[in-house]
Structure formats: structure tokens, C-alpha cells
């Protein structure tokens, strides 16, 4: 079993930044590829970044390649998601995932443990 929670949301303004932290506990965070998604109102939960076991494999959606950063500290079992630029699109509720592959895969029904989400809103 492994338990996530995430924090770091809240309300900024477009073009401003934040980062989200994701700590685990349970099985080894180490042997698990992490990943965030993000589901808007009405919208299906989308695969947003994901990293390896390792660390040393990321994966981005086109949509935030460039202004959003994934990287964890295995030490501290510990994701961040490290969001700069953000856009009133980019408003959702984000979610922290592991999964027991070493890569990160893109599709959500791959991850075995979610978080119970962190809200994201971006204002014009």
C-alpha cells in the first residue's frame, strides 16, 4: 500500500508560478515511477509529466513542455512538479500517481496509488 499527498496549490495569476510537492509513504518510492495528471471541470483527467523510478527519464504533455518541471528526491520520497507560466488553462485539480513500472507511462488506468488531489487555479 502506498499513501500520497500532495500540497502547494492555490490561486495565482497567469504568468505567475507555484510548485506542488507530492510525499509517499509505504512500499519503496524508489522502484516507482511518479506521475501528475490534472482534471478540469467536465474535462477527463489528463496525463500532465511523469518520472521514472530513477529519475533520470522524464515525459511531458506538449501542452506544459517548456514551462512546467518534474523531479523527485528519492530521500525524502518526495515529487514536485514545479509550475511556472501558468495559464488560465491550466486550471484543474492535480493529482500525484505511482506506478509500479520504472517509466512513467501517460495513461492513468497504468498507476496503482493516487493522491486525493490538490486544486490549481489560475485567474486572467
Known amino acids: 500500500q502506498v499513501q500520497l499527498a500532495e500540497s502547494g496549490g492555490g490561486l495565482v495569476q497567469a504568468g505567475g508560478s507555484l510548485r506542488l510537492s507530492c510525499v509517499a509513504s509505504?512500499?519503496?518510492?524508489?522502484?516507482?515511477?511518479m506521475g501528475w495528471f490534472r482534471q478540469a471541470p467536465g474535462k477527463e483527467r489528463e496525463f500532465v509529466t511523469g518520472?521514472?523510478?530513477?529519475?533520470?527519464?522524464?515525459d511531458y504533455a506538449a501542452s506544459v513542455k517548456g514551462r512546467f518541471t518534474i523531479s523527485r528526491d528519492n530521500a525524502k520520497t518526495t515529487v514536485y512538479l514545479q509550475m511556472n507560466s501558468l495559464e488560465p488553462e491550466d486550471t484543474a485539480v492535480y493529482y500525484c500517481?505511482?506506478?509500479?513500472?520504472?517509466?512513467?507511462?501517460?495513461?492513468?488506468?497504468?498507476?496503482?496509488?493516487w493522491g486525493q488531489g490538490t486544486q490549481v487555479t489560475v485567474s486572467s
Open positions: 509505504g512500499r519503496s518510492f524508489s522502484s516507482s515511477a
Open positions: 500517481a505511482a506506478s509500479t513500472s520504472i517509466f512513467a507511462p501517460t495513461e492513468h488506468t497504468r498507476y496503482d496509488y
Open positions: 518520472i521514472s523510478s530513477s529519475g533520470r527519464t522524464t
